[in-house]
């Protein structure tokens, strides 16, 4: 499917692995100049090595506050402007909570909530003035649901998805739209430890009404959906992937 967004210009973070690969490659495939950002410049090779004209690549620590506001500037220097945000990057300690520290805490929290926080205003700063702009969040259903020994990551998911809802109610008459993506299980390194062992594997499918775990590749459309003009009158929305897991009774 066409979404017609050739020539638009994206950042996608955490685009090593995972989510982030696939969706940077599928704005890719639309035509999108992207500009990936991870924290190894090694790890984004084999990414830009799919796609180098449309595909750039970027170093950067998501602790790192000035990184994060230089890179919308760097998407401008590079492609001349920027019209798509996908915040991506995010870690997810599993820690119960009485024995969690609390610099860990923190750092969840900087990584998963702060630092898109401030891509979307140095970013928002260009698309406010240009009248228009996509921004999208990857949250995850624990911060629907919530899960244990997950507290920090659950928390901050759900501050993203709270976030995306406030900037959208902000941002909407400027021609800005923000929403989510709250993706469930996928196969993806993060459920390395789920795959590998067909005991857990067979569990964790079984709370899952589709009975099975998502592909990475079966975020793209959607990302390529909210990245679109096709998307113009959709803002402050949670696009749950999961599957019907968070649905169920």
Known sequence: MDFQLA????IVTGASRGLGYQ???ALAGQGVKVLAVARSIDDLKDLQLRDPERIAVSQCDMLDAAAVEALPEQARELFGSIDIVVNNAGIAPATPFLQQDFD????VFAVNVTAPAILCRAAGEHMVAQGSGKIINVASTSGILG???LAAYSSSKGAVLQFTKALAAEWAKFGVQVNAIAPGAFKT????KVMESPEILKRR???IPARRMAESSEIGALTCYLASAQSDFVTGSVMVIDGGESSKL
């Open 104 to 107: 860990e805490w923190q750092r």
């Open 189 to 192: 390194d993060a459920q390395s």
């Open 7 to 10: 020539g638009k210009v994206a």
């Open 205 to 207: 499918v079984g709370k």
């Open 147 to 149: 899960k244990a020994s």
């Open 23 to 25: 969706m940077a490659l």
